[in-house]
């Protein structure tokens, strides 16, 4: 499965953007899709993820309040509407598919995208 996210960009603290993720050639099935994002010297962190199957949803304590994960059949995406961004939410975000979305989170197998990159200023 090749994903590509989209939607970053530069925005000031307090402003929103939306992100999307969308398979290339196929379908999302009823996969979950998780959004995870790096930031410059950190790891990789789950911040958001989907179930397909049953919509259940999941959030990181740092997101929750102020992101919401959605899935739009008709563009056959899923989107992480962020509001309320703060300058730590600077990171490369990237989508994953391929495992579910449960009580604790994403697991299962990983297919990533390339990642779109937001930066938000001070």
């Known amino acids: 499965v090749q994903l590509v996210e989209s939607g970053g960009g530069l925005v000031q603290a307090g402003g929103s953007l939306r992100l999307s993720c969308a398979p290339s050639?196929?379908?999302?099935?009823?996969?979950?899709v998780g959004w995870w994002r790096k930031a410059p010297g950190k790891e990789r962190v789950e911040v958001a993820c989907?179930?397909?199957?049953?919509?259940?949803?999941w959030y990181a304590g740092s997101v929750k309040g102020r992101f919401t994960i959605s899935s739009d059949n008709a563009k056959n995406t899923v989107d992480l509407q962020m509001n309320s961004l703060k300058p730590e939410d600077t990171a490369v975000y990237y989508c994953?598919?391929?495992?579910?979305?449960?009580?604790?989170?994403?697991?299962?197998?990983?297919?990533w995208g390339e990642g779109t990159l937001v930066t938000v200023s001070s």
């Open positions: 994953t598919t391929g495992g579910n979305c449960g009580f604790r989170g994403y697991y299962g197998v990983h297919y």
């Open positions: 989907i179930s397909l199957s049953d919509g259940h949803t």
């Open positions: 050639g196929s379908s999302f099935n009823a996969y979950g």
